[in-house]
């Protein structure tokens, strides 16, 4: 039996948070790194791999939230094939995206644990195996699914459960961050920091806890305001909420970007164009996309 639309909407968001859970580590370790007291023991190369491996995941969190974004600012929310055939396109490019990161974090790994020839091997390996994993399935695939279609409205009760999924999917990627801007304070790296870095990661850390309540807001909403009701009004404000905590998310992370960027490439210029690029990348993907694309839909 074919899985109706509003079904498979359900089960595409589900996997979106699936991988954000995974990137959710990623990112935590990138941000982490360059306050390790070996990571000034690396090599220029090892260095340069590091800020790549950053922009890699920073890259995959923003494809992996603009499914959402799109979904509450494009289609009001509405279970749509649309939706479906976007969220299946960028789980291959974060797959991939994924799987280069892997290969690199490996070799890295590798290199500290056993030499560079081993690092090598490590990250061809890891490389080759997520790739193998992930789209070895698209091999015995034995024919095209159909995309189910429906001319129904999305039930209220579906739409609320889209909104609040959609949270737990954005929800990791600010923890990750939120987590790393609260350590790394306790740090000897931290401490021996400018005080203009310091005040940029203090205004991230601001900006990543605001965006930590806006994504927790719907939960509590839902439950003191609506009684767990089925209330379009609780979408409606879900939606908002979720779109104005993404704002707060990407100009955090972007911030600490700039922070970590600093520390890598120890360049004001470097890590202030990363961090400008991290800004348009993430508000690009989550905002002037889904706009334009509203904008080109037919009117109801």
Request: with cysteine; net charge neutral; hydrophobic share 55%.
């Amino acid at each position: 039996m074919t899985p109706s639309l509003v079904a498979k909407t359900k089960t595409a968001l589900d996997e979106s948070r699936m991988l954000m859970l995974g990137a959710q580590i990623l990112l935590g370790f990138q941000f982490h790194a360059p306050f390790q007291n070996a990571f000034s023991s690396l090599s220029p190369v090892e260095k340069a791999l590091e800020l790549g491996v950053l922009a890699l995941i920073i890259g995959i969190i923003g494809l992996l939230i603009m499914p959402s974004s799109y979904h509450r600012i494009t289609l009001a929310g509405e279970a749509s094939g649309r939706l479906i055939a976007l969220i299946d396109r960028v789980m291959i490019a974060t797959l991939m995206l994924f799987a280069v990161a892997m290969g690199i974090d490996l070799g890295l790994a590798g290199t500290r644990i056993a030499g560079a020839a081993w690092g090598a091997f490590a990250a061809l390996f890891g490389f080759v195996a997520s790739i193998a994993i992930w789209f070895g399935p698209c091999l015995v695939r034995a024919q095209e699914l159909a995309m189910p279609t429906s001319d129904e409205k999305t039930p209220t009760a579906a739409k609320i459960d889209y909104v609040l999924t959609e949270a737990r999917v954005v929800l990791p990627g600010a923890q990750a961050i939120l987590g790393f801007q609260f350590a790394i304070v306790l740090t000897k790296e931290f401490a021996e920091l400018t005080p203009n870095l310091k005040l940029a990661h203090g205004f991230s850390l601001v900006l990543i806890a605001v965006a930590t309540a806006l994504l927790i807001a719907p939960a509590a909403y839902h439950r003191i305001v609506y009684g767990g009701g089925d209330d379009p009004g609780f979408q409606q404000v879900a939606s908002r909420l979720i779109l104005l905590a993404t704002v707060f998310l990407a100009l955090g992370i972007s911030g600490d970007a700039y922070l970590v960027a600093s520390m890598i490439a120890g360049s004001g210029r470097i890590s202030a164009a990363f961090a400008v690029l991290t800004a348009a990348v993430l508000l690009g993907l989550w905002h002037a996309w889904p706009w334009s694309q509203h904008r080109q839909m037919p009117s109801a």
